[in-house]
């Protein structure tokens, strides 16, 4: 059975995009036929982050309106079979996104592939809800930054009660956390929110804690999804974090300060 | 510099300054989370209604929706304490479908 999962987290710039590209590529790597759909209309970056803003010809608005069937508008990427990208259109228009047609593609899609990864726009307008209305699983993306954690409160509690399962009595979406740009080093310095913290806060289920690293900036300049840099501790912590998506238990990786020079410690901070 | 900072910085505990703001201030707003949005309506025109008899001002009169074990619970709390009963029962709206006075 095919599995919606909504990558958000109502503030902007924390790593949804980023997010949702790493993801879908990770759970392609393992195997599953992944889509990942850009829900940011009239915004549209995935194709940038997925490196193939030079292929999109037909868009998710585009079928929507039945001006292009599925196959056409779905971009096949190259560096693994089982992944697919989805763009949105850079209409203005942001009603474009209309309920009913957004679930006729998804059960189309969900006909095709495992994994159906949205990506979901900042904000609590029209896009994010409609990203988030049809999803089984949510993946919760913040930042350890108070704005970041108390939008996320915001958008846990929208899915709990704005969401189709809500809607439906079905059972609840399954809420998942990604600790996302974390600084171990900040955190031991007390600068930082603690991973412990913003589990507390938000007591929802921790996926994962991705590491801020210069890698995620190369990857997007680059359009290559952090997950296929095997180099990457950012790379290498998406993939740990698909792997638990799928069940399985992995250690939690990079949330300690890499081993410093003492006397650096000693003589400031650098 | 290095050390004095270590221990002294004043920064070093902002962490700890942003978890007791956002324990603060998400326990304030999931609360209000789960309040219907008739509330405040249900309020005014119970101010309304208890206006017509008796003086009270805004701040007397208190709706709040709570939970006690399974049960939901309305619970609304008016302060009669120092409120006057109106001079004349007719006032507000119901004046309109007051009989008209005798003429000649």
New interface residues.
Partial sequence: MAKVVVITSGKGGVGKTTTAAAFAAGLALRGHKTVVIDFDVGLRNLDLIMGCERRVVFDFINVINGDANLNQALIKDKRNDNLYIFPTSQTRDKDALRREGVDRVLEELKQQFDYIICDSPAGIEHGAITALYFADSAIIVTNPEVSSVRDSDRIIGILASRSRRAERNEPPVELNLLLTRYDPGRVVKGEMLTVEDVKEILSIPLLGVIPESESVLRASNTGTPVAFDNDSLAGRAYLDAVARFLGEQREMRFVKPERRNFLRVLFGRA | ???F??FF?P??????I??E???I??AH??AG?HAPDFLPKLQKELIDVVCRYVEIREDMIRVNLGKSGETSLLEINIELNGAKPMPTPSRGPLAAVAPPAKSG
């Fill in positions: 510099m290095g050390l900072n270590l910085s920064h070093r505990h902002s962490a700890a942003a978890k703001r956002l324990k201030v998400l707003e999931r989370r």
